[in-house]
Nanobody, 123 residues
């Protein structure tokens, strides 16, 4: 079993920054892709960013490209999301996810999920 644990959420003013972390633990596991998703109140879970564990390739949702940066530390089994120039539309619960089937951006294709961390951006 693989466990994912997010941290780093909080309350920030518009224009501010936050850095989220996602630590993977449990059985020896080398995911193919890890990703961040978010869910705003009353909305579905949406893709934010994904990173390939092997070569570091990344992809971003259009809404965050240029503001957010996803990265990983293979030695620590930890993924990060640096979020800059945050706006109220970035408010939501941020989830990290892992999969072993390739470079994906779809919620249903990820088998491992963290419990989520709340990000609130005030205007």
């Amino acid at each position: 079993q693989v466990q994912l644990a997010e941290s780093g959420g909080g309350l920030v003013q518009a224009g501010g920054s936050l850095r989220l972390s996602c630590a993977a633990s449990g059985r020896t596991y080398s995911p193919i892709s890890m990703a961040w998703f978010r869910q705003a109140p009353g909305k579905g879970r949406e893709f934010v960013a994904v990173i390939s564990w092997s070569d570091g390739r990344t992809n971003y949702a259009d809404s965050v490209r240029g503001r957010f940066t996803i990265s990983r530390d293979n030695a620590k089994n930890t993924m990060y999301l640096q979020m800059n120039n945050l706006g109220p539309d970035d408010t939501g619960v941020y989830y990290c996810a892992a999969r072993s089937g390739g470079f994906g951006t779809t919620v249903s294709t990820y088998g491992y999920w963290g419990q989520g961390t709340q990000v609130t951006v005030s205007s």
